[in-house]
Structures are given as C-alpha cells and as structure tokens.
C-alpha cells in the first residue's frame, strides 16, 4: 500500500477496510479518502480484531454504522490528495501500535481502530464508549495473541473452493500439511481467518 | 495463467486460511518453518494465482442496506465459514492419519524422491480441484518471514 514516505505492512483484512472506504469515499463524489471513510470501511466488513472490540465492549454498531455513513455524506473536503492528511496520521499512528509486537500479520484492523480514536472522528467514537485508546489497544493485542495466534508467521492461504467440497479442500491442506513433516517439521493446523464474498450482490 | 481457470459460480465465497506449525514448542521449530516457507511458498504461488481477483472481492455486507439482507449475507457468510473450517478440521485428522504411513515410505525410498512425489500429488491434486470444482488457491504475504529474527532458543517477548 503506498502512501507518500510510507511503506504500510496492511493485513488483508485492513486492505479491505481501505477499499471499501476508497469506494464509499468515490460513491460520495469525493477523490480524497478520509478518515471517516475509514472508519465507514471498518463497520462495513463486519469482522476482525476492531469486531471483536466492538463486541467487547459492548458497542452499538448499529448506531455506529448509521451515524459514520451521516458523517461520510456529509463530508466537506479542502484536499485534493488521494489521503487526507488526518487518515495519513492514523496509518502512521496504526504503524506505531503495530510495531509494538513482534509479528507479522501487518497492521490489523484492531490497530486502525485504535489509531482513528486519536483521529478527528475520535468524538463519534466516543459517543459510542470508546473513549481509551490504550484500554482498547490492550485488548487488540489480547485478541491478536489468542491460541491461534502464534509468534510464527503463518502460511496464508486464500481459497476459492469453487463447487469443491470441504474433504477436496482438506486433502489439500493436508498434503501441504504433509510436505512439512517431510521437510522435518511437526505439520500444520490450519485455522479460517477470513471469508468474502467474491461477488457484489450475494441475494 | 488466470484464463485457464473455470469462472467460479455465483454466491462464492472466498476463504483465508493461515496456518501454523501443530507443535511450535519442538525443538528448531520456528527455523524449521521458517526455512518451509521460503522453499513452499514460491512453489505455491506458481501452482496457482488468485491475485488481482481476491483484491477485488467484495465482502458480503457490501450491498446490504436493509438489516433483513445484512442477516442474511451474515447467515451466508457464517455457513461459508462453518463448512470449510471443517476443511481444516478434516485435514488435521488425514495428517495425523499419514504420520505413520510416511514413516514407512521413508524406509521404503530417500526422502528427496518422496517429496517430489509428495509435490506431484498435491500439484495434481489443485490441477484436478480447479478442473472439476473451479477451486483456486493462492498464497498471500510474505515468502520470507520480514520479522526480526529470533533463534529457537530465545522466546520472544510478546510486550517488546
């Protein structure tokens, strides 16, 4: 993800978030994508590690969800770069908490929710009780280090399993699996992380 | 690459799978898998892309605007989720299944020609998935671990 002088290690999860905020920030006829439109991205997928906080914390996404898109409709732009400068800050901001641990799974969509509460939408979030940042940042971290989260960076796998059903997908996680314990290794758990949708309309 | 493959039905879903040594307290764990990535995941995303089309995909909630239909994608989205998990439960129980099998072929022929043959079979086996189900894999991230090296012998710190 290039971001001028910044190199950003995004999950795959967070790179979502991102083009769901730049389209969203493209339907409401703007070019510079803004840290609300972030935010609006965050709410639309509906999962990870700011999901999990969320529940945690008992937030009314709902609400949340509502008043960020108000917000983003609303929005009126001086910029004319690709990023506003604030959600550059919180990128900077997210790479900060993310560094904090010794992994490699990028900056998660936990950690951009801790970065937009010292954003200029921080005052949304507080309304809606996330009002301490390392409160919630301890929890991202908790979350990221949850059993299946390990210190090893993890084999990523994305699967279009077609009409295949799960035993086909099976044999070949298992004869990857294989090939570890061939290599002298113990073999492989596979866990699922994440499931999108491949196409726009799903009904 | 890509123009070969079978256009995936409607309603597919993608899904993320990460995977992670069973016992990562074995002793050269960590340089072991370490030195696994760097030989597999090359090999991986030769066998199969699905790049630009999983940067592309939509998640479910995407269109939805009425709660009833956001219900429903969850609903879609969590079934998706429950039927491959079971993917990986399966291939947990196949893998432990071949622990011993293995042991024997590799009395049997040296180890190199066993996982060159162990390479074949599972080539084969995404070849034939993509034929008959228009399964398509591809391997995301990092080939080579960008971590700070850490040795097997010193744990890390989850707080530095």
């Given at each position: 993800?290039?971001?001028?002088?910044?190199?950003?290690d995004?999950?795959?999860?967070?790179?979502?978030?991102?083009?769901?905020?730049?389209?969203?920030?493209k339907q409401n006829?703007?070019?510079?994508?803004?840290?609300?439109?972030l935010?609006?991205?965050?709410?639309k997928?509906?999962?990870?590690?700011?999901w999990?906080?969320?529940?945690?914390?008992?937030?009314?996404?709902?609400?949340?969800?509502?008043?960020?898109?108000?917000l983003t409709?609303d929005?009126?732009?001086?910029?004319?770069?690709?990023?506003?400068?604030?959600?550059?800050n919180?990128?900077?901001?997210?790479?900060?908490y993310?560094?904090?641990?010794?992994?490699?799974?990028?900056?998660?969509?936990?950690?951009?929710?801790?970065?937009l509460?010292?954003?200029?939408?921080?005052?949304l979030?507080?309304?809606?009780g996330?009002?301490d940042?390392?409160?919630?940042?301890?929890?991202?971290?908790?979350?990221?280090?949850?059993?299946?989260?390990?210190?090893?960076s993890p084999?990523?796998?994305?699967?279009?399993?077609?009409?295949?059903?799960?035993?086909v997908?099976?044999?070949?996680?298992?004869?990857?699996s294989?090939?570890y314990?061939?290599?002298?290794?113990?073999?492989?758990?596979?866990?699922?992380?994440?499931?999108?949708s491949?196409?726009?309309?799903?009904? | 690459?890509?123009?070969?493959?079978?256009?995936?039905p409607?309603?597919?879903?993608l899904?993320?799978?990460?995977?992670?040594?069973?016992d990562?307290?074995?002793?050269?764990?960590?340089?072991?898998?370490?030195?696994?990535?760097?030989?597999?995941?090359?090999?991986?995303?030769?066998?199969?892309?699905?790049g630009?089309?999983?940067?592309?995909?939509?998640?479910a909630?995407?269109?939805?605007?009425?709660?009833?239909k956001?219900?429903?994608?969850?609903?879609?989205?969590?079934?998706?989720?429950?039927?491959?998990?079971?993917?990986?439960?399966?291939?947990s129980?196949?893998?432990?299944?071949?622990?011993?099998?293995?042991?024997?072929?590799?009395?049997?022929?040296?180890?190199?020609?066993?996982?060159?043959?162990?390479?074949e079979?599972?080539?084969?086996?995404?070849?034939?998935?993509?034929?008959?189900?228009?399964?398509?894999?591809?391997q995301?991230?990092e080939?080579?671990?960008?971590?700070?090296?850490?040795?097997?012998k010193k744990?890390?710190?989850p707080?530095?």
């Open positions: 993800m290039k971001f001028p002088g910044l190199k950003l995004l999950s795959i999860r967070s790179q979502h978030c991102l083009k769901l905020a730049k389209d969203h920030a006829g703007r070019s510079t994508v803004t840290t609300a439109d935010l609006f991205g965050l709410m997928i509906g999962q990870g590690m700011h999990l906080a969320f529940e945690e914390n008992k937030i009314n996404t709902e609400e949340l969800f509502t008043d960020t898109k108000a409709s929005l009126q732009i001086d910029e004319t770069a690709e990023y506003s400068s604030d959600l550059i919180v990128f900077k901001t997210a790479e900060r993310s560094n904090r641990r010794n992994k490699t799974l990028g900056i998660s969509t936990g950690h951009l929710l801790v970065a509460m010292h954003s200029d939408v921080s005052g979030l507080e309304k809606y996330l009002t940042q390392e409160k919630i940042a301890s929890q991202v971290e908790r979350f990221l280090n949850e059993p299946w989260q390990t210190r090893f084999l990523r796998l994305v699967i279009d399993p077609g009409s295949a059903p799960p035993e997908i099976a044999g070949i996680l298992s004869d990857i294989t090939l314990r061939l290599k002298k290794g113990s073999g492989i758990t596979f866990e699922v992380q994440g499931v999108y491949l196409n726009e309309v799903l009904w | 690459m890509s123009s070969e493959w079978l256009e995936p409607d309603n597919q879903h899904i993320e799978y990460h995977g992670a040594p069973k990562q307290d074995a002793p050269g764990e960590e340089s072991k898998w370490k030195r696994f990535l760097k030989w597999a995941c090359p090999w991986l995303r030769e066998k199969a892309n699905l630009e089309d999983f940067l592309a995909a939509k998640v909630r995407e269109q939805a605007e009425a709660l009833v956001l219900a429903e994608a969850s609903e879609r989205m969590a079934n998706a989720r429950k039927t491959y998990a079971e993917a990986a439960t399966i291939a129980k196949l893998d432990a299944a071949k622990v011993e099998t293995i042991k024997q072929v590799l009395k049997e022929q040296p180890i190199d020609v066993t996982i060159q043959k162990c390479q079979e599972l080539e084969d086996k995404i070849a034939q998935a993509r034929l008959l189900y228009g399964t398509r894999i591809h995301i991230g080939a080579v671990p960008t971590s700070p090296e850490t040795s097997d744990k890390e710190d707080k530095a």
